[in-house]
């Protein structure tokens, strides 16, 4: 590959766990030139977030294929899960890596956005760097709400999709599409079930409330493990490392007389973003050194 570009689609499965391997098999039928590095869900969550790499038609095709079968799978009125999310096919995230543009992700976005559209008849929104509307550049403002809060705007001039319907998909809702720079998903597990304690610490760390610096946090309770857990998205490493935020979180929780049990990452990290010892210090769950980037470009 000459440009390599991240793809990190995430679909809302609910509980559907019979879903995930139709969804990566169709992903992986354009062929070994997109390659999914990882893929992982959650009951809880209702998510299943993957990562893929490729370039061009190839990475459009794949991206499209995966969102079809999902569609043709899944009904978005059935939805179980703690996530916000807008849509079966809820976010689709185009990052550049290797000799790849704004602009490269831009045209594979565009792209995916009409064939989102026009062949599934999905609305779209356009989020993320050079968004359409500049109000729309944070992708929590596009979901603002829920599917029920995208409902309710949608047939207002405010509310309209970019592209497509301006009504929801009656079974897989609406998608938002964007290009953006890395982002590390980062969930850090407290050893209580008191979600509000989780509330209170995402209020605390979160850039909007004068916390850490491009992170954005919200608590959930998850049911199935019986514990609270701060759910983060790093939007920029660089300004807040995941050690900082780590810290961030304990220290908070240890106000609240509140361990921490465990954290992870989902899907994968620049090497950059590592530091040594980091499988320890964080207590991270389910990492290895195949979740470094660089290791596949």
């Not at 916000?84 to 956005?113: H, Q, S, W, Y």
């Not at 319907?165 to 079974?171: C, E, I, M, Q, V």
Request: neutral net charge; hydrophobic residues 40%.
């Amino acid at each position: 590959m000459e440009k390599i570009i991240e793809c990190i689609p995430n679909f809302s499965i609910g509980k559907r766990k019979d879903v995930v391997e139709p969804i990566i098999n169709a992903i992986k039928s354009v062929g070994p030139d997109v390659k999914v590095l990882d893929y992982s869900s959650d009951e809880d969550h209702g998510r299943l977030v993957v990562t893929m790499i490729g370039e061009g038609d190839l990475l459009r095709d794949a991206v499209f294929q995966g969102a079809k079968k999902a569609v043709e799978l899944i009904n978005i009125s059935d939805h179980e899960g703690v996530h916000p999310c807008m849509g079966v096919v809820d976010v689709i995230p185009f990052v550049p890596l290797r000799k790849a543009t704004f602009n490269d992700c831009v045209k594979l976005r565009n792209e995916v956005a009409q064939k989102m559209s026009g062949e599934l008849g999905v609305p779209v929104y356009i989020y993320g760097n050079i968004a359409r509307l500049p109000e729309r550049k944070e992708l929590s403002a596009v979901r603002k709400g829920g599917l029920e809060g995208v409902a309710e705007r949608i047939g207002t001039p405010e509310g309209k999709p970019d592209i497509g319907p301006a009504r929801l998909h009656p079974t897989a809702g609406a998608v938002a599409i964007g290009a953006r720079e890395i982002l590390i998903a980062f969930n850090v597990n407290l050893d209580t079930s008191n979600v509000q304690i989780a509330k209170d610490i995402a209020e605390r760390i979160r850039e909007k409330n004068s916390g850490l610096r491009g992170v954005r946090a919200i608590g959930v309770e998850l049911e199935s493990r019986g514990i609270a857990q701060v759910a983060i998205n790093i939007t920029n490493f660089k300004s807040a490392s995941i050690k900082q935020v780590f810290d961030a979180v304990r220290s908070n929780a240890e106000k609240f007389s509140v361990g921490i049990k465990n954290s992870e990452i989902i899907g994968m990290i620049p090497k950059e973003a590592s530091f040594t010892g980091m499988k320890e210090y964080l207590k991270l769950t389910g990492w290895d050194d195949k979740r470094i980037l660089e290791n596949y470009l």
